[in-house]
């Protein structure tokens, strides 16, 4: 009944927007990367051609990230905090988003409208909120005092990983939830029954049919999370602003923000996508697995 | 050897029963909702800290020394978010910006997600990969894209508001592409088919049948490119061109760490109210429009559409 023609031509401004203003800005940072360097000026000449692209300087920032080179120590650092934020939010979350899927009865509208609730609220905002509260008179060092924990309460707010790590999770956790929430409702309940009618133990059907038909949503809330966490330079700057505790994002910030090569950080923007490219591929080829596992 | 042989199945049984009291599926899970209250506290509590604090009738940030309603929203004559050039500035950028969003990226994107939803050819579906990436991209890759294309390539665009509006519009029209591409799959097609059997033309049954279906995913899509738009920092910082296209989480940003008054906490309350206002008018809204659907149904579509955001 429509004419043929009318959905590519409704796709069409927004398929241009998207080449305009996506594919080729992200093409410029190859140009960058692999363009050369204007001899008197030192500012970045991007090589457009593929034909023109000199991979000399690109390869040396690549080497940068082997063991003991000038890269290597803040890419270790900001997998190990990612890693330390995913596993924390994992714990939290996943609790969280079972108990709502699942048992929260009468509250359960309530509990997922508050889980949304930081959505709705600017993620600069939160992260001002935590300075806040853990600034040296803040509310954090006003309880250790008054409970005596510690006589010396810690300096939060200047190069403390734990603070980095505590505002990543803070930040990212509500991002990891809702995604799992949706997948954990995904779970047919009559699964459950089975695995109890069979003789399992609750803890068993939990083992053994919740958790596996979980997998992937655990899986891609965890990408969700993490693709953006390694990418992060805000964070750590709001809640520690030292170099002791610069992330790959500040890396590239620095070079961009301030820094002298541009180029580097274009190369070094384009290795942080080639590994994430590289983290969700891998994440689909396990979604994938999983479905045909499931289908057979 | 005796004591430990007889307290060793005695404290499996205790675990076991412990592990059985958190993970059984129809038992009270006490433990599981002590963990998700005190994560919904913590999660919450720090904001509310931060709005109390604009209401602070001195100048900490973490002292509390009396009530104040007005003095850092538009009381102080030199430090309050009305007075301050700058706050109020970012918060006119912010607006502006989220305003400019909404109204081209909306557009754009339904008309997108009822092109690609439709159109089948080896194009379509590779347009629905390229339409998903801005999605997966850390921001700050997307930040240096536009930067440097603006610097060497659209050399015709400054960094400035127009630049900020354009890369405002790239990250937001993904979202709205899979918000009414959602409501489209659960529409199906029958209706239109049924309008064009009783002699609608396309036209007709374009304005007439899928527009008005489409209304409540559209009301959604609003909501959530105001929603980023206004809390988004990393491309509205990379393409600005300094202290004039300051947004308001430019201005957190910049003033978190460097001795602030409780004016920023205004400010960011401000973005709150914003946000709660708008939301609640999206709610009733979209109640008035879905209500020959279940109400429960209704709710569910909003936080399905805010669900499929996610994945």
Sequence with gaps: MYPKWLWPALAAAGILWLVLLFLVPFYAIIGVA??????????????????????????????????????????????EYVAAALTASLLIGYPVAYYVSRH?????????????????????????AWVNLFAPSGLVNEVLAVTRLTTQPPD?????????????????????????????????Q????????????????????????????????SVIIALPMFGDYYT????????????????????????????????????????????????????????????? | MSAGAASSPRARSLARRALDWIANPWGKPRFLLLVT????????????????????????????????????YFGDPVYSVWHDPSLRHALIQSLKLAGFDMVIATPLGVMLAIGLSRWRSVAASMSNFLMLLPMVTPEIVMGVAFYLVILHLYTFIHPGTFAQAL?????????????????????????????????????????????????????SSLMIVFAISIDDFVISQWLSCGAG???????????????????????????????????????????????????DRSTRLLVGDMAALEM
Aim: hydrophobic share 50%; aromatic share 12%.
């Design chain 1, 34 to 79: 692999f363009g050369g360097v204007d001899p008197i000026f030192q500012n970045p000449v991007p090589a457009w051609s593929p034909w023109h692209w000199d991979f000399a300087s690109a390869i040396d920032t690549l080497k940068g990230f082997l063991p003991q080179h000038e890269y290597w120590r803040v890419f270790l650092r900001t997998a």
């Design chain 1, 104 to 128: 929260a009865r009468r509250t359960k509208a309530l509990l997922v409208a508050l889980l949304v609730l930081p959505f709705w609220v600017s993620y600069l905002m939160r992260m001002l």
């Design chain 1, 156 to 188: 939060w707010l200047n190069g403390n990983p734990v603070s980095v790590i505590l505002a990543l999770v803070y930040g990212y956790v509500p991002y990891l939830i809702v995604p799992l929430l949706a997948a954990l409702d995904r779970i047919d």
């Design chain 1, 190 to 221: 009559s699964l459950l029954e089975a695995a109890r009618d069979l003789g399992a133990s609750p803890w068993q059907a939990f083992v053994h049919v919740t958790l596996p038909l979980s997998k992937t949503g655990i899986l891609g809330a």
């Design chain 1, 236 to 296: 750590p700057n709001v809640v520690s602003g030292s170099p002791l505790t610069s992330m790959l994002g500040n890396q590239i910030d620095i070079f961009f923000h301030g820094g002298p090569q541009p180029s580097v950080g274009a190369s070094l923007t384009l290795i942080l996508t080639l590994f994430l490219a590289g983290l969700t591929a891998y994440y689909m080829v396990a979604v994938a697995r999983a479905h045909r596992e499931g289908e057979r």
């Design chain 2, 37 to 72: 209250w005190a994560y919904v506290g913590v999660s919450i509590l720090p904001v509310l800290v931060a709005i109390q604090f604009s209401f602070n009738a001195g100048r900490s940030m973490t002292a509390w020394q009396g009530f104040s309603l007005t003095r850092w």
């Design chain 2, 167 to 219: 890369g405002h519009v790239t990250f937001s029209l993904s979202y709205v592409v899979v918000i009414v591409r959602g409501r489209l799959v659960s529409i199906g097609r029958q209706y239109e088919e049924a309008a064009a059997d009783l002699g609608a033309t396309p036209w007709e049954s374009m304005r007439y049948v899928l527009l008005p279906l489409l209304l409540p995913a559209i009301l």
């Design chain 2, 245 to 295: 296209c300051d947004t308001i989480p430019i201005r957190i940003y910049g003033s978190a760490r460097a001795g602030p008054l409780p004016a920023v906490n205004a400010l960011a309350a401000l973005m709150v109210y914003f946000t709660v206002i708008a939301l609640g008018i999206a709610y009733l809204l979209f109640r008035f429009l879905t209500r020959g659907e279940r109400a």
